[in-house]
């Protein structure tokens, strides 16, 4: 499956090729023996849980109440049912800072490189963290963390960037040159701008594969006897997520930095991962998702393209998630949540999600839908939702407290989204309009 997920992938960059075509070819009738329905008739009826209710039945009426009491209830819901509990940061975490400020890029940055070790064992689990500031900044800035499916020397087009190692076919590390490499970023383009850019390798804290435990961060928090995580504990999906949480730990060191401005980006399951660390971690200020999909921003509750039955059948990506999400792959209405109330936990911060006309397998409907329906819990905080029910069309941004914006193709990114990515950021963490 992992290299399945590579070939697709090939194709798409963060920075400049085109979305994958899904418009190309009919999209896949069946995947995993499982049906896939592309047909707005046949989505069914479906009523979604009120984010403002509480578990006793009592409305939320005010912010208090939904910051002291409502909001927890949904993370714990989410935890036991769809991603699984993660733990803290470590005790023993440290930060090796080895390359402590160099200029890079031209002399349009200063970058620094550090890793960070999850345990006391230094020849256990660690990430490579790569951190750019503009090196004419007179204070800190602003932040965009990336979480890539490539090492962070094939992210970003520097010679002094560490050589860094991605997960073989074989299921080994092998260094990233002998891999497959996608997702360069115009780092350029954000210093321009007046923002920093960070990034990691997600393989660096799980493997994405099927028996990939032993491997990873979540190797470190089996209990004697335990093989793997119990029903509710963390997938790969929180693990990753807890990964961005460890690299802004280390970020709230970093002088360049500030800290309080630092936003969040991936793509596909790792939009699924911003998601996540967003809901999950509040010192996060702002989320850009990128056709996160079913698992995501997508309604599970609506009939169309991916399934919770798809993404948990055995063969394909349960380990990416707690293993009680399973148990909703046939009766997704009795599920706790559902993506309206994940959008919900980012509120009052900005959460952008960004998907394409032609990506029915993730379907950008239902994230319009999800957004829509997380409007409440935004006004109710102060901010602004979408503030319509109408889907706009490809090109045609939504860019409010909740963004939406679909670009005409596929799956991914292609270079205009950087430019509502730029202007969402712009917008709310440097108060520009």
Not at 66 to 84: C, T
Not at 185 to 205: Q, S
Not at 309 to 329: D, I
Request: with cysteine; hydrophobic share 45%; aromatic share 10%.
């Amino acid at each position: 499956m992992l290299v399945k997920l590579l070939r697709v992938f090939a194709a798409m960059t963060l920075s400049g090729c085109a979305a994958l075509a899904q418009a190309d070819k009919p999209p896949a009738a069946v995947v995993a023996g499982i049906p896939v329905n592309y047909d707005e008739a046949r989505v069914g009826t479906y009523t979604l849980p009120d984010p403002l209710v509480l578990a006793d039945g009592k409305p939320v009426r005010d912010a208090k109440t939904w910051n002291e009491k409502r909001r927890g209830e949904i993370v714990r819901l989410f935890e036991e049912n769809q991603y699984g509990r993660s733990p803290g940061r470590p005790a023993a975490m440290s930060f090796d800072v080895f390359d402590k400020g160099t200029p890079a890029l031209d002399g349009k940055a200063i970058r620094r490189q550090v890793t960070i070790f999850f345990s006391a064992d230094k020849a256990g689990p660690k990430m490579d963290l790569l951190v750019y500031v503009p090196a004419n900044a007179a204070g800190p800035v602003p932040v965009l963390l990336n979480i890539g499916f490539s090492a962070n020397s094939s992210t970003v087009d520097d010679p002094g960037v560490k050589a860094g190692e991605v997960w073989g076919r074989d299921k080994k590390k092998v260094p990233a040159g002998q891999g497959m490499n996608f997702g360069r970023v115009d780092v350029a383009r954000l210093l321009d701008a007046g923002f920093g850019f960070a990034t990691v390798y997600y393989g660096d804290i799980d493997p994405d594969f099927l028996g990939g435990v032993p491997l990873g961060v979540r190797a470190l928090y089996l209990k004697p006897g335990q093989t793997g995580p119990a029903p509710d504990e963390w997938g790969a999906i929180a693990a990753w997520a807890w990964g961005l949480s460890r690299a802004i730990d280390y970020l709230e060191t970093d002088k360049g930095v500030d800290a309080t401005r630092v936003a969040i980006m991936g793509v596909s399951r790792l939009g699924k991962t911003v998601m996540w660390a967003g809901a999950h971690d509040p010192r996060i200020a702002l989320v850009i998702a990128s056709c996160s999909g079913e698992g995501g921003a997508a309604l599970s509750r609506r009939n169309y393209g991916e399934t919770i039955a798809h993404l948990t059948e055995a063969s394909r990506f349960p380990y990416q998630f707690a293993g009680n999400y399973a148990k909703f792959a046939n009766q997704v209405d009795k599920l706790p949540v559902d993506a309206h109330m994940l959008v919900a936990l980012i509120a009052p911060r900005p959460v952008l999600l960004q998907t394409g006309d032609k990506d029915f397998w993730s379907d950008p409907k239902g994230e319009f839908l999800a957004a829509v329906a997380a409007g409440p819990v935004y006004r109710l905080l102060g901010k602004q939702g979408l503030d319509t029910d109408r889907m706009p069309p490809a090109g045609v941004p939504i860019l409010h407290t909740i963004g939406y914006f679909m670009h005409a193709g596929g799956h991914g990114t292609i270079p205009s989204d950087w430019d509502q990515f730029l202007a969402f950021m712009q917008m709310h963490l440097q108060g520009k309009r």
